[in-house]
C-alpha cells in the first residue's frame, strides 16, 4: 500500500493563529483511497527547514502533499523549495499567467506585478488546476534524475519508485476544490490498491452514546467496520469496507446499512451529503407542497439553510424574521391582546405566528420559531434557550393541522448553539410531518 | 530563545477521524510564552515511528510536547517509547498510582489492570499533575546521560543544553488543565525569553495581493513583524512583536498598527474578533439607527449574520426573504410593472425593495438584495452570479438618499459562494455608509 505524507506549510499554523483543517479533511480522503499516511507534519515559512522537510518525506513516503506557502507574497515558499530541492528552473505557465490576469481584469483591477509568482513552476511539474481560487497547484512526478538528487535508488531490477509531490493552497475551499477534481483521481488511478468505500448514516434525534449502544454489535465488525461520530446536534454512523473494487466494497457493507436503517426508523434522516434543510426540500418538491418560515430568534437561519439548497424557489416564496413585537402584529396578524397576555416567546405567540405566514404567504405549511436566543433578556419563568416551534398546515377542506415543541436548551449553550439546535428541531418537524403526521402527534 | 516541538501521537489523527484542536493551542500558548515553534508533527501508534520523531524532535529543539498516548490501552504507547529511548526502566509512582484507584473506588468500580499502566514513569521523570483526568503525564529534564543517548554534547565550556520533555493526554480539556495548572509556569521558569503579542487588522475591500503590496516596506520588518492572510472574502494583517512583556511587545507594534490603519483608511474594517456584522452593528447601536433587509438570492444570510451579534434586537425589528416576485409585490410593494418592465434581477427591484422594506419596517435604512445565486437561472443577459444591491435611508427632511450596487461574481463560484460574497459587500455597504456617505458616492 503507497504511503502518503501531508506537509503544512505557513508560520500561522505554528503561531496558531489559525485553526488546520486541511489535516484532518486529507486524512479522511486519504484513508478513502487506502492510502496509509505515517506521518503528518508543519512547518513555518522557512526555506531551510521546509526543504529538510520535504526531503524528508519524500524518502519515507511515496506521495508528498503539500497545503499552504503558493500565494503571491514574499513568505510563500513551497514552489520556490520544491524547485530548489531539485535544482529545476521556475518557469511561467503562460496560460495560468494569462488566467490569473483575466481573473483581475474582470474585475476591473490591474494584476498585481507579485502574482506572477503564482503562475511559475518547477521544469517537469504539471498543473494541478483550482476551480475555485486565483492559482493553481502542481503534479509532479519525481523521475530518476529527482530521485537520485534525494538519495534515492532504483530497486534490482532497475526500477525507480513511483513518487508525487502534490500541492495545494492553504484555503480550504481552494484545497477541496482542487482534490476533488484532481488530485482523487490522479491518485487512485496512480496508486490504485484496492479501495474503501464508506457512507455516513446521519441520524437526529438520538444521541451518539445511544446510537452505539443501539447497534453495539455492529461496533466489533472488521470488514465492514462500523463507527459512530458525533455531528453538530445530529450524529452519524460511517460504515467502511475494504474489497478491490468499489461494488465488492459497497455489496460487503449493504447488509450492515440495511440492518442499521431498518433499526433506526425516522431518527435516520439520510446519509452523505444529504442535510436536514435538503431531505426536507426533497421531501417538499416531491409532495408538491410550499413552505413558509416566521422566524424570530434564529433570526433567518433556517431560512437560509432552506434556500442554500439549489432549487428552493419551486418551494419558498416568503419567509419573514420577525424580531420586534411590532412586527409580529403587522406583518403576521399576531394580536396585541395574545401578546399582551402570554409574551412574544410563548406556545401561543408561536402558533399564531406559523398560522399567521401561511396566511400571507398562501403557502401550504406555516413553520415558526420564538424563543431568547440570549445572551440577555431570559428571566427566571422564560430563561434563555426557551423555544416554541408551531408548525401549521393548510387542509383542503376543514381546519388546518397544528403541531407545537417545546425547547428548553438552557443558557449554558450560548447564543449559536441555541440558534442552530432550534433549526435543527424546526427543520426535523418539517420533515417528520412530510414523512407522516403521526410522527409529530406523539 | 529556546525552541519548542509538538508531537501529536496517535493514529485515529492520520485517519482524520479527530480534528486536533490541541496544536493550535499549544501553539498560541508557546507564543505566548515567547517560545519558537518551528515543526509540528502528528504521528501513529507505532512504537519505531514514534521513537524516530521523539529523537529526531529533541535533536533539534529544546522542549518536545507530546499530546496523546497516554491512555490504558495497548495502542497508548507514549511513556513506554520515551524511557527506550533513553534506556530508562518503567518504574510504578506509588501516588499515582493509589489516586487512580481511588478514582474507580469513588464510582464503585473495580480498577481495570490495564490503567495501572497509567502509573508508570521513566525513572527520572517527574509527574505533570493532571486536574482533571485519571493519569498525569511527565516532566522529564534530561539530564548529560540521557542526553549523550541521542547524539547530544556538551558544549565547548562543558555546558550541557536544557532539553525537556513534557506529555499529555489527547483530551483538550485535560491537556488544557494540565498546562495552565503545571506545565505554563514550568516553562516560564525554565525558559523565560519573553512574550509575543499578536493582533490581526481585518480588510474588506482589497486583495491580500494588493495589501501586501500596499505595505510591503512592513513585510520585511523582523520585529514587529508584519504578515498578510487571506480571508473569505476579506483579508487579514498580522502584526506581532516580541518582547519581556505584553506592555512592551504591544508598544512595539504599534507605531506599526497606527501606520497601516492611516493608509489603509475605511478598507480596514477592524481587528481580531471584529466582523463585518459586528463592526455593522457596533455603528448601528452608536447612532442609534435601525436597519431592515429586503433578501432574495441571500436567502436569510446577511440577516442570520446581522441577528447573530448579541443585542442586534436593538436595531432590527423585521427583515423579508422575498424569493418570489408575488412576495416583493405583496410585502414590499414592489409594483408589477416594473417588475414587468424590469424583471426582479435589475437596479430598478432592488431600489424599489429598498424602499419598500424601509416604509413597511418603518426602520431608517432599508437594504436590498436581488441576483442569480445559480446554479440555474441565468441567462446570457442576466447570467449567474449577477447580484443588484440597495441601500436607502430615510431623512429627516426631504427625499431619502439611495445608493446603488452591482456585483458580477460570475457561475464559477457556486451557490454558496455567491451568497457569501453578496452578504460581504451587503454589510460592507452598511458600513461604509454609517462610517460616512460618501464613500459610497464614488
Not at 503571491?72 to 488566467?99: G, K, R, S, W, Y
Not at 428552493?312 to 406583518?331: D, G, H, W
Request: hydrophobic residues 40%; proline residues 5%; contains cysteine.
Amino acid at each position: 500500500m503507497a504511503k502518503a505524507e501531508v506537509l503544512c506549510i505557513g508560520t500561522e499554523l505554528l503561531l496558531g493563529d489559525v485553526l488546520d483543517t486541511n489535516s484532518q479533511y486529507l486524512a479522511q480522503q486519504l484513508a478513502l483511497l487506502g492510502l496509509n499516511c505515517f506521518y503528518r507534519v508543519t512547518v513555518g515559512d522557512n526555506v531551510g527547514r521546509i526543504l529538510d522537510c520535504i526531503v524528508t518525506a519524500l524518502r519515507r513516503s511515496d506521495i508528498l502533499i503539500t497545503s499552504g506557502g503558493l500565494g503571491p507574497t514574499a513568505d510563500d515558499l513551497t514552489t520556490e523549495c520544491l524547485a530548489q530541492v531539485f535544482n529545476a528552473p521556475l518557469e511561467t505557465d503562460q496560460q495560468v499567467l494569462a488566467f490569473i490576469e483575466s481573473l483581475f481584469a474582470a474585475r476591473n483591477i490591474k494584476m498585481p506585478k507579485t502574482n506572477a509568482k503564482q503562475a511559475l513552476r518547477p521544469r517537469g511539474a504539471d498543473i494541478l488546476p483550482n476551480p475555485v481560487g486565483t492559482a493553481p497547484g502542481m503534479i509532479w512526478r519525481l523521475g530518476p534524475e529527482e530521485l537520485a538528487l534525494i538519495g534515492i535508488e532504483a530497486d534490482q531490477s532497475g526500477q525507480w519508485p513511483v513518487k508525487t509531490i502534490l500541492t495545494f493552497p492553504g484555503v480550504p475551499r481552494e484545497l477541496k476544490g482542487m482534490w476533488e477534481e484532481t488530485a482523487r483521481g490522479y491518485l487512485e488511478k496512480t496508486y490504485a490498491g484496492g479501495t474503501i468505500w464508506s457512507t455516513e448514516l446521519k441520524h437526529y434525534g438520538i444521541g451518539e452514546s445511544a446510537l452505539a449502544e443501539k447497534f453495539a454489535h455492529l461496533l466489533d465488525l472488521a470488514n465492514p467496520s462500523v463507527a459512530p461520530y458525533a455531528g453538530n446536534w445530529e450524529c452519524r454512523l460511517r460504515v467502511a469496507a475494504k474489497a478491490n473494487s468499489v461494488v465488492e466494497a459497497q455489496a460487503l457493507a449493504q447488509p450492515v446499512i440495511d440492518e442499521i436503517k431498518a433499526g433506526s426508523g425516522v431518527t435516520c434522516y439520510g446519509h452523505d451529503g444529504d442535510t436536514l434543510e435538503s431531505v426536507v426540500g426533497e421531501l417538499l418538491s416531491a409532495q408538491r407542497l410550499t413552505i413558509a418560515l416566521a422566524e424570530s430568534c434564529t433570526g433567518g437561519l433556517i431560512s437560509e439553510r432552506l434556500t442554500g439548497i439549489p432549487g428552493s424557489s419551486r418551494y419558498i416564496m416568503l419567509n419573514a424574521v420577525t424580531y420586534s413585537a411590532e412586527a409580529k402584529q403587522k406583518l403576521l396578524g399576531v394580536s396585541a391582546e395574545l401578546l399582551a397576555a402570554h409574551g412574544a416567546v410563548s406556545p401561543e405567540c408561536a402558533k399564531a405566528m406559523a398560522e399567521g405566514i401561511r396566511a400571507v404567504s398562501g403557502c401550504d405549511i406555516g413553520l415558526s420559531v420564538t424563543g431568547i436566543a440570549g445572551p440577555d433578556g431570559g428571566s427566571e419563568e422564560k430563561p434563555v434557550g426557551l423555544v416554541y416551534l408551531g408548525l401549521s398546515v393548510g387542509q383542503k377542506t376543514g381546519e388546518p393541522l397544528y403541531f407545537a415543541r417545546t425547547l428548553r436548551l438552557g443558557k449554558r449553550l450560548g447564543r449559536n448553539e441555541i440558534r442552530w439546535r432550534t433549526a435543527q428541531e424546526a427543520l426535523n418537524m418539517v420533515r417528520l410531518y412530510l414523512i407522516s403526521p403521526e410522527h409529530l402527534s406523539v
